[in-house]
């Protein structure tokens, strides 16, 4: 669905399956802070109305929202209950060439970004950083990515704990299947694959390999992208797709 902001013209193109199917709700814009709605119950785009117009309350009721009793004035607690809150100062509406491979990377310091990013060009990607997990989350809610890199340790959270790694987790398998997942840790064996499927992950990769990822990191791609339209094309042709 695409959302444009009637403050500052910016459009949004989030993922139908990322809406809460047959309500209304609301989603701040990343650019101008202007609250826009989203009505998912005609998943057709809404125009939001500029900020210093009165914001009018989505019409759904407590039962149809599932919110809390004593927090029918509160459509904050909302927007958080489904996913739409702030998305924070990096712009979720980012502007990106068609067909542009997005990569979002969160090592923090982990990790020698530079030889990352060296990687991610010679691939071609183009990469894109989160500082911490609450901003990862906002940009994989309102963007997707081809190749997501997590590193142990990212936002001082292992692997095992993180967020980013249960959200990713959590997606449904049409999703999932389209987003490539790197894990990096000191104590992953590189192209592991028994530790890569305990983490449901595509790839894992021990830092001292980074040297060599590139040549790693693309043919694991292609054979991934191989598996999935061998995959896909016996759906088709077993009528399941």
Do not use: W
């Not at 927007?79 to 067909?99: I, N, P, R, T």
């Not at 183009?126 to 609450?134: F, S, V, W, Y």
């Amino acid at each position: 669905m695409e959302i444009v902001c009637g403050s500052c013209n910016a459009k949004l193109n989030i993922p139908d399956e990322r809406i809460p199917q047959g309500q209304r709700v609301s989603v701040r814009c990343p650019r101008c802070k202007n609250k826009m709605v989203i009505d998912a119950t005609t998943m057709e785009p809404k125009v939001a109305s500029p900020p210093d117009q009165m914001f009018e309350k989505p019409e759904s009721s407590i039962a149809d929202t599932g919110l809390p009793s004593g927090e029918e004035n509160d459509y904050s607690a909302f927007e958080e209950m489904s996913g739409f809150d702030d998305v924070g100062s990096q712009s979720a509406l980012d502007s990106y060439g068609e067909g542009e491979k997005l990569a979002l990377v969160m090592v923090g310091n982990t990790h020698p970004l530079q030889k990352i990013k060296e990687v991610l060009d010679d691939l071609g990607y183009h990469m894109i950083l989160a500082e911490n997990t609450q901003e990862a989350l906002s940009k994989i809610r309102f963007q997707n990515f081809d190749l997501v890199i997590l590193s142990d340790l990212f936002d001082n959270t292992r692997l095992q704990q993180s967020p980013v790694l249960q959200y990713l987790n959590h997606l449904s398998m049409s999703v999932r299947r389209r987003v490539f997942v790197l894990l990096i840790s000191d104590t992953f064996r590189t192209m592991d694959p028994m530790s890569a499927f305990a983490m449901s992950a595509n790839m894992v990769a021990n830092c001292k390999d980074l040297a060599r990822l590139s040549n790693l990191l693309g043919r694991a791609v292609l054979d991934n992208a191989n598996f999935y339209k061998v995959f896909m094309d016996t759906l088709k042709e077993t009528g399941k797709a």
